[in-house]
């Protein structure tokens, strides 16, 4: 087993915002839940599409510039108890993009259609885990690259945890007993180049495991590759292949 979070906050932070479908906007006398409006260009550029009838982008259309604060919460595809695996809190000066500053979007003006591209321009970063805050450089957060996983985590994970219980099941063979002592269910918690972490479910309370990709992949292609080798390890530990949970 290794680290539960063996990335740098910078990348996890990359992860968090490239995996997300949703966020929380907030501005002087604005808040906004939006749902599928943002992207994380490869430069590390937050862009969100606000409806062109709204008050903030009004605002943005009058102002050029904006504070804000974008809140990403990191949840668990999967039922745990605590799904919340982290937040990511970026600050900063809302924008709109400026014509001709496309790379892979479009700029949209007012009256093009219904919405207002915006781009955020970050002045802080925050990652939050397990009730940590870490700091963060803005040119770090750019210069990391996101999991090569994050897109395709939660279906990976849900289909792990509905199709595959008794291979995750079997998988707890790999870790330590003294963790396994009053288990009563394990659910599949995280993904990512690094290997799979568990949450070991007790009466009260709960432990989060890895068990450790070797090496880390380096493209999603290699996963199939990776978990068979976590299945033939716990072949390898020579145990009786009935279940051991109550």
Do not use: K
């Not at 925050?126 to 009730?131: K, N, R, V």
């Not at 219980?165 to 998988?171: F, G, I, K, Q």
């Not at 659910?187 to 479910?201: A, F």
């Amino acid at each position: 087993m290794s680290n539960t979070y063996p990335e740098t906050s910078a990348q996890r932070l990359r992860t968090i915002v490239a995996a997300a479908t949703s966020l929380e906007l907030r501005t002087p006398g604005h808040r906004a839940d939006l749902i599928n409006r943002h992207t994380l260009d490869p430069s590390g550029r937050v862009r969100m599409d606000l409806p062109i009838g709204s008050r903030l982008a009004t605002d943005i259309t009058r102002q050029r510039e904006v504070a804000a604060v974008i809140e990403i919460t990191d949840v668990a595809p999967t039922p745990v108890r605590e799904r919340v695996r982290g937040r990511a809190t970026l600050s900063g000066w809302l924008t709109p993009v400026a014509p001709g500053d496309t790379e892979d979007l479009t700029p949209v003006a007012p009256g093009d259609n219904e919405d207002l591209s915006v781009e955020l321009d970050l002045a802080a970063v925050e990652l939050s885990i397990d009730g940590v805050t870490t700091t963060v450089d803005p040119d770090d957060f750019a210069a990391a690259e996101p999991d090569p996983l994050a897109a395709e985590e939660a279906d990976l994970l849900c289909h792990l945890d509905r199709h595959h219980p008794r291979t995750v099941e079997s998988l707890c063979r790999l870790v330590a007993p003294r963790h396994r002592y009053g288990v009563r269910w394990v659910v599949p918690l995280r993904l990512d180049r690094h290997g799979l972490v568990l949450r070991l479910e007790r009466v009260s309370g709960h432990r989060d495991v890895r068990l450790g990709f070797t090496p880390a992949l380096r493209h999603p292609e290699e996963l199939r590759e990776r978990m068979s080798a976590l299945v033939e390890r716990c072949a390898a530990c020579g145990r009786r292949s009935r279940t051991w949970l109550s």
